[in-house]
């Protein structure tokens, strides 16, 4: 699969925060029909289907995004 270059991935993340929060509190057709453009390049650009995991995708595939993710790892009381 390929893979979107990080400094798109940064502007379409951008982009989508700001549509949103205005979408929110405009929600104009013009506003609603970006957002989904947005959300639908999102999804292409990381291969997925839904709007939140595009996010968490294009979120790990910045520079300095964290590769370990321990919050899912058991305690261990020792």
Do not use: K, N, W
């Not at 379409?12 to 506003?31: C, F, N, P, R």
């Not at 839904?50 to 590769?67: E, K, M, S, W």
Request: glycine share 8%; proline share 3%; with cysteine.
């Amino acid at each position: 699969m390929l893979l979107a270059h990080p400094a798109v991935l940064r502007e379409l993340l951008d982009e989508y925060t700001a549509l949103s929060a205005l979408e929110a509190s405009e929600g104009s057709e013009a506003t609603r029909q970006r957002l989904g453009d947005v959300a639908y390049t999102l999804c292409v650009s990381t291969g997925t289907r839904d709007i939140d995991a595009a996010v968490i995708a294009a979120r790990h595939g910045l520079p300095g995004a964290r590769t370990f993710d321990d919050s899912v790892l058991e305690s261990v009381a020792g």
